[in-house]
Structure formats: C-alpha cells, structure tokens
C-alpha cells in the first residue's frame, strides 16, 4: 500500500508540474508511471500530447512507442520508436524499445542488430549488453553498417510525423486539430488527393462535434479544386499551444478524477 500511495503521490506531482507548464519534459515520467500501473489509457494520452507540444523530443516518442508496445499495438510502437531515432540518432530508450520490441515479436535477428548499432553508440551500456547475451551473433559486416531501414537512425531536424498513421493516433485521442494539420500537410504534397480531402472534411466535422453523415461523405467524394479546402473559423483558430493551454488543466482533473486509485 506504501507503495502504490508513494506512485500516486509522485503522479499528483508531475502532472501539477505539467499543468503549470504544458511543455514540460516530465510528461515522460508520468507516461511511464500510468504505464507501471496499468492506466495505458491515460499514459497515451499523456505521452502523445506531449509529443505534440514537443515534436523534437525524441524521449517523448520512445514513451509513446513503450506504451503501444505495453497495449501489444505492434505497428505504432515500432513506428515510435522510429520516430524518435529520427528525431535523435542518440537516443538510447528508443534503440531499446525497439530491440525489446523485435525480440517480443520473435524477430531475434533484427533485435541483434538494432543492439549491435545501439552498442556502437553506447558502448558500456550494461543493458544493451545484457540483451546482447540473450540474442543471436551478428555478423561483422552488418554490425558496421548494414541497419535494416527500420534502425536506420535519420539526421536532421524533423517535424511530426507527416502520415496517416499519426493522424488516424491524434484522432483516437480527440486531438482534431493536430490530426487536421497533418492532412493538411499531406494534401499540400498531393492537392488531387480525393481521399485525403474527403478525411479533411470528416475531421471537420468531428472537431465541430458531428458525425460526418453519409450525405456529407457522398459530397466530400465529389471531384474539388485543387486548392485545399478552408478549415473552419473555429478550428482554423485553434493554434496547437492554445488548444493544450486551454484544455490541459481540464484533461489532466479528468483523469486525477477517474483514476483515483494505483
């Protein structure tokens, strides 16, 4: 009991801390400490919306990619901590998510190799070693230089991840005008897109608090101009800081409220 009232006690902390200052790193640790106990819910939540005030953070994706991982979301974990590779070479959760990951799928060659580039990096890391005992050798020439695409680390600075994937994720989780942004930057690289301007157009909807009908979807499939469809004053006023500074407090009661136990 001492133990679960000490990891309710340090949640309280972080996210008074995070509601103060909606771009704090500490929403890392309060990812994780929801993932300890179970409340993956709010750990993605918590993980993906600080991605969103954070978008070069790599750490904050490896917590998003340890959450999925968690939910067994195989796909997005992997993708997440991809993410966060691209967004920092040197970032050594996301090099052990990823191994972890590939191991918990029966992939023990690509965890070999996602350790053995990982162990370039790091070389005295004790749990990278660890895992290194357990998995099978890699061969000299692919430990120098041989990263299959998905360890492949990408340098430069990055924005969010531009793809429906990280849409269709904002959308899980009520962040409309974030997943509206990424269509949008996806529709600039293909304004004939019929498709992505029809998915435009639901989200519209649904940031208005409607269920796009299949009336509205029948339109939305018609052919358009090429210019990319306004947004609505509502939404195209919604700036992503403003929209965490306004609803954050709110959020972060709701979950305090709902999960009162550890």
Do not use: H
Not at 217 to 231: G, S
Request: glycine residues 6%; neutral net charge; contains cysteine.
């Amino acid at each position: 009991m001492t133990d679960k009232k000490a990891l309710q006690a340090r949640i309280s902390e972080l996210i008074i801390t995070l509601s103060k200052d909606p771009q704090s790193t500490c929403f890392v640790g309060l990812a994780d400490l929801y993932r300890q106990t179970e409340q993956l819910d709010d750990a993605l939540e918590v993980a993906l919306r600080g991605t969103w005030e954070l978008p070069e953070y790599a750490p904050g994706y490896a917590a998003v990619g340890r959450v999925y991982a968690q939910r067994q979301v195989f796909e997005k974990s992997a993708a997440a901590f991809q993410r966060a590779i691209e967004a920092d070479p040197r970032c050594l959760d996301a090099y052990r998510g990823m191994a972890r990951l590939k191991r918990e799928q029966g992939d023990l060659s690509g965890a070999a190799m996602v350790v053995a580039q990982a162990l370039r990096l790091f070389p005295d890391d004790a749990t990278l070693k660890q895992m290194q005992v357990s998995l099978p050798a890699v061969l000299p020439g692919k430990a120098a230089g041989s990263e299959s695409p998905a360890t492949r680390p990408v340098v430069g600075a990055m924005k969010p991840i531009t793809t429906a994937t990280i849409a269709e994720i904002y959308i899980e989780q009520g962040l409309y005008p974030q997943a509206l942004e990424v269509y949008r930057e996806l529709l600039a690289s293909a304004p004939q897109d019929a498709g992505l301007q029809r998915k435009i157009a639901e989200i519209e909807a649904l940031a208005r608090g409607e269920s796009p009908t299949r009336e509205k979807r029948v339109a939305a499939e018609a052919p358009t101009p090429a210019a990319t469809p306004p947004l609505t004053p509502s939404v195209a006023s919604m700036k992503p800081g403003t929209v965490v500074l306004e609803t954050l407090n709110g959020w972060l009661s709701a979950i305090q409220a709902r999960r009162c136990r550890v």
